[in-house]
């Protein structure tokens, strides 16, 4: 009896909304279905560092020995590379790899300064640097945290250091500057006091703090009028105001020209060294160019301020390196020469060595060895050699009565690949009089960072793929097809006719081949024996005729290993013979040749697939410019166009694939637009110079792929640019533009323009061409509302399409709406808050859907994709005291009557009826992208691939998305087609994800998807601060490894 009411129970619950408690309650009783296993690669990126240059720098790259005052200094202990990146996060590298130890983000406060004290790293963020945390250095784990409220004022924030913040003391008493005039004590962790001056905020600024004999120094300036002068106030431990100081002496810039040289006593600074005659003082450059120094401990500090000038020309600015407790730092001179200058322990100001070296991008660094010892680096790049140079003064060295000496090293530099050298910094181990070991690691213009030891290169990270701006998944051609397939300088060593070989060829004609050649080489061998002498010729030759004539083989290469055990290096801008003779696609098609870019004008080439990544090729598009005296130019690529897949029949050879690449470069006040085609798996320049092909004097519009009728004689498929003066045609060869002239009768392009302040869609056609330039004639145009800006413009997609309609339960045909003239226009008004979607015809302009979005949080972003018949739109709304709600609308398009569909005109009166299907879903997720699935036959049904705002990938099944879901209980015709009851909420399942819950891809802003030669499988590659390269199964998972692998460039 209990059973059967148990039954009933569950029976009627089951009606019920999913919302509701009892359906809640059968869920849980349902056994859930073990997830998918999981299949991918995650590449792991710090992204590039941040530098300051400057009187102090708070977020400089630097070596940090993870060392307590308590541990003896020659003790066994870790050192990691602690640097700041411009995604605002701060992260640790090993130096022995550059594998990442440890990465915290700090997204919703700017990164302020981090300061290195004894193992623990103090994090300032936030406006003012009012968030103030610890961590431990080792493992980046967060030991304490304040957030502070720093008193407002009317204070000029231009002339506060980053903006006015300091870290001073040790572990366990930190007094802490935030905000350039608030004073923290921290003791253990825990919040003692705070201070600030009492009055005239608005003309004081702090910028340094200086712990020297139980008192704290707070050091800045005052402002009389328009000049800023010296202050220092003086505290106890106790937070009481003991003194003030001023300094009738004025500090060109304030406060943030002021540099420190507490002379901390430190236990591996050897007493020596330690302040005797004097005590903790502070440096600046005066207005005539003089540098002053000030000892702040004194009773009358102005008393003991000190002058002095340069050896020869004029200094120009302060450096700090590092090295405030042993008194030196850099003054750079007007000639590009520099000098350090050093405040002894009796407070005396002295130069110790001159640079003689004109260098205009020189950069400094200072270090102390494990003796206490000083150490002053300068690092520049000589462009008539291309080498940069490592000078390193030893401060501490004496050569008879001279205090000082030089060593150094020279090694090549590829300043046109990488850019100009940002920051450096480097440690020392003496080991001799006059030998030590030194690590040297700087960052980059493009992003890389690179660690060199004693002059040789240990490691190359480019960590400007973190932010991959386009990527492109180009397939890798068949090993069968020989290396000609792979590379055009292996054209006389293609195959004749290699489809023919594969496919069309029959059975006796390909044992008639392989007995042709079989006799071939056997008479080769005759007549190689004939000509050589001796047995090791003989070999020689045989091994050769048989490698000749066997079967191709991919050779036994080992690309460049990425684990976190062996060295990394940066790639070359043209693959090896070795490398190339590895590229052949993997027997389900996983493996890619991976195109990506970076902001910076760097192009990359990654052989992809689900266990590795290897970085084979690399290039600048146009280089950094003259490196001596700057001007490195704009460049920013727009669009990566496929031009000639892998494997394509050219003159009955197999010819290697093509790809062009068009960036806007900006030289001066010059813009154009350029072209530069290349060959995706080796990296080389195709076609005219390295600087690439101008199609536009300024900037294109746009760039559209034109019909696939359109090509070269060398099977390229050809592309357009909206330029001023009509659309250019590339490649500009004869053959291209005529068979483009014999077809604009009947090709049409609708753009987005703006006239007279208003957004407006046109629809164009060719004119007569003048060489490679259509002239565009107007023809229709749609003008949006006023405030209406265009989000995106998507074309019909040009995938393989297996079925052009959909069987439904009575037996009868829905047509999809499959007009290759179709495009989709996002627009939004700000002002309205509102998403409007149009789907036209590009040949007459008429609007075949419209759909109207109110009361959108625009900042959240708008997403579209469109494939086939299907567009989806993602979108959050925003109601006044609520939480934002997700949402994603499905839109499918049918033909209303199919009649005589392959004889009709968009250009007939009422030639083509839509129905629109729709449906709105909501989200348990925020999205940051969206794609649609892709295979090679079109066969499998397409799915969407999102990625949350929970840094993951999902895949959403297209059944869940299907727009012609019915309300209510699906009807006998409905479930036979197989749909279920339209559900608006998208269930969170855990077995949509393509990534595991302990694998989190931050910031993913980039998402793309390419076929696979597995017609059930899908390649996604995402791109955020890391990468991630997965699989996946519209139509269920294939049996493959359950695994996801980790490594680095």
């Not at 039954?7 to 999913?18: D, E, R, S």
């Not at 565009?776 to 749609?782: G, Q």
């Amino acid at each position: 009896m209990l059973l059967r009411l148990f039954v009933c129970f569950a029976l009627l619950a089951a009606l019920l909304p999913q919302h509701w408690g009892a359906h809640a309650f059968l869920q849980f009783l349902t056994p859930k279905k073990t997830p998918p296993p999981l299949v991918g690669h995650v590449t792991p990126y710090i992204g590039p560092l941040r530098s300051d240059h400057g009187a102090e720098r708070f977020v400089h790259p630097r070596f940090q020995r993870f060392l307590r005052a308590d541990q003896h200094v020659q003790e066994k202990t870790a050192t990691a590379i602690i640097g700041v990146t411009e995604s605002n996060h701060v992260a640790a590298l090993n130096p022995r790899d550059g594998g990442v130890v440890w990465r915290r983000a700090f997204l919703q406060h700017e990164i302020q300064g981090v300061f290195a004290m004894e193992d623990e790293t103090i994090v300032l963020s936030g406006e003012g640097g009012e968030q103030i945390e610890g961590t431990l250095g080792r493992q980046g784990a967060s030991l304490w945290r304040h957030n502070t409220t720093n008193r407002s004022s009317s204070l000029d924030r231009s002339h506060l250091a980053y903006p006015g913040v300091d870290v001073a003391g040790h572990v366990r008493e930190t007094f802490v500057l935030t905000n350039g005039h608030d004073i923290h004590r921290i003791h253990s962790g825990s919040y003692i006091w705070h201070w600030a001056p009492d009055a005239d905020l608005d003309r004081v600024q702090l910028s340094r703090l200086i712990v020297y004999n139980e008192r704290v120094f707070a050091v800045g300036a005052y402002r009389r009028k328009s000049v800023w002068e010296p202050r220092i106030y003086v505290l106890s431990m106790q937070g009481e105001l003991l003194n003030v100081h001023d300094v009738p002496d004025e500090v060109p810039g304030g406060a943030s020209n002021i540099l420190a040289l507490p002379f901390t006593k430190k236990a591996h600074i050897p007493a020596e060294f330690h302040a005797r005659g004097g005590g903790p003082h502070i440096a600046w450059l005066g207005k005539d160019q003089r540098v002053r120094t000030l000892q702040v401990d004194a009773l009358a500090p102005k008393d003991t301020l000190q002058k002095t000038k340069a050896r020869a020309s004029h200094f120009s600015r302060l450096e700090d390196v590092g090295l405030g407790d042993r008194g030196f730092f850099v003054a750079v001179r007007n000639d590009a020469k520099a000098e350090v200058l050093h405040v002894d322990e009796q407070g005396n100001m002295r130069s110790a060595h001159e640079f003689e070296e004109i260098a205009v991008d020189a950069v400094y660094d200072g270090t102390l060895d494990r003796n206490g010892h000083a150490y002053v680096l300068r690092l520049q790049f000589t462009d008539v050699q291309h080498m940069l140079n490592q000078h390193i003064f030893w401060a501490d060295a004496y050569t008879g009565e001279h205090r000082g000496q030089i060593t150094g090293y020279s090694f090549q530099y590829d300043h046109d690949l990488h850019g100009r050298v940002q920051s450096a910094s480097f440690e020392v181990n003496k080991i001799g009089e006059a030998r030590a070991a030194s690590r040297l690691i700087f960052h980059t213009a493009s992003g890389a960072v690179i660690q060199v030891q004693d002059g040789a290169y240990q490691w190359v990270l480019e960590e400007g793929l973190a932010n991959t701006q386009h990527a492109l998944m180009v397939n890798m051609p068949d090993s069968a097809l020989g290396l000609a397939a792979v590379s055009s300088a292996h054209e006389r060593d293609a195959h004749a006719a290699p489809l023919a070989e594969l496919e069309r060829e029959s059975v006796f004609q390909r044992v008639v081949r392989h007995l042709h050649e079989l006799v071939v080489g056997i008479l080769r061998i005759f007549i190689d024996i004939h000509a050589a002498s001796g047995l090791d010729k003989l070999v020689a030759m045989l091994t050769e005729a048989r490698q000749s004539n066997a079967p191709r083989q991919l050779q036994t290469y080992t690309p460049l290993q990425l684990s976190k055990h062996t060295p990394k290096s940066g790639a070359p801008r043209v693959v090896s013979n070795d490398t190339a003779a590895t590229l052949f696609h993997d027997r389900f098609g996983f493996r890619k040749m991976l195109v990506a870019t970076t902001p910076y004008g760097k192009v990359y080439g990654i052989d992809q697939d689900l266990t590795t990544s290897t970085l084979v090729w690399a290039r600048s598009l146009v280089g950094f410019g003259d490196a001596v005296h700057g001007g490195a130019p704009r460049v920013n690529i727009t669009h990566l166009i496929p031009l000639r897949a892998a494997g394509v029949v050219v003159d009955g050879k197999a010819a290697p694939p093509v790809m062009a690449i068009v960036a806007q470069i900006t030289q001066g006040r010059e813009t154009d637009t350029r072209v530069f085609e290349l060959n995706p798996l080796t990296g080389e320049v195709l076609r005219a110079s390295d600087d690439g092909i101008a199609i536009c004097n300024g900037l294109a519009s746009e760039v559209v792929q034109l019909p696939p009728l359109v090509r070269t004689a060398e099977e390229l498929h050809a592309f357009g640019a909206f330029c001023s003066h009509g659309l250019v045609v590339y490649p500009p060869d004869a053959q291209t533009i005529a068979s483009l002239d014999a077809l604009r009768d009947v090709f049409y392009l609708a753009r987005p323009v703006e006239e007279h302040g208003r957004a407006m869609v046109r629809g164009n056609q060719l004119g007569a061409p003048h060489q490679a330039v259509f002239p565009l004639h107007p023809l229709w145009h749609l003008t949006l509302a006023a405030g209406e800006e265009v989000v995106s413009v998507l074309d019909a997609s040009r995938d393989h399409i297996a079925s052009l309609g959909r069987v439904l339960g009575d037996r009868s045909v829905l047509y999809k709406y499959l007009n290759p003239h179709a495009r989709v226009i996002t627009t939004r008004t700000p002002a309205s808050q509102a998403v409007d979607v149009y789907i036209l015809d590009a040949v007459s302009g008429a609007v075949h859907y419209h759909m109207h979005v109110p009361d959108v949080a625009l900042e959240d972003g708008v997403h579209t994709t469109f494939t086939e018949n299907w567009i989806t739109l993602a979108y959050a709304t925003s109601e006044p005291g609520e939480s934002l709600l997700r949402r994603l609308v499905s839109v499918e398009l049918f033909e209303d009557d199919r009649g005589q569909a392959q004889n009709t005109s968009s250009l007939a009166r009422g030639a083509q009826t839509v129905s629109a299907y729709a449906h709105a879903f909501l989200l348990p997720y925020g999205l940051r992208a969206m794609a649609t699935t892709r295979t090679t036959l079109g066969v499998t049904t397409k799915s969407l691939v999102v990625a949350t705002d929970r840094d993951n990938l999902v895949l959403i099944p297209r059944r869940m998305l299907d727009a012609r879901q019915p309300y209510g209980k699906p009807s006998q015709a409905d479930m036979e087609e197989g749909l279920f009851p339209y559900t608006p909420m998208i269930p969170d399942e855990s077995q949509w994800s393509l990534t595991h819950a302990y694998f989190r891809i931050p910031g993913i802003r980039l998402l793309e998807t390419a076929p696979a030669l597995l017609e059930s499988s899908s390649m996604v590659f995402a791109a955020g601060i890391d990468w991630i390269y997965t699989v996946a199964s519209p139509s269920g998972h294939s049996s493959s490894p359950s695994s996801v692998s980790v490594s680095g460039f």
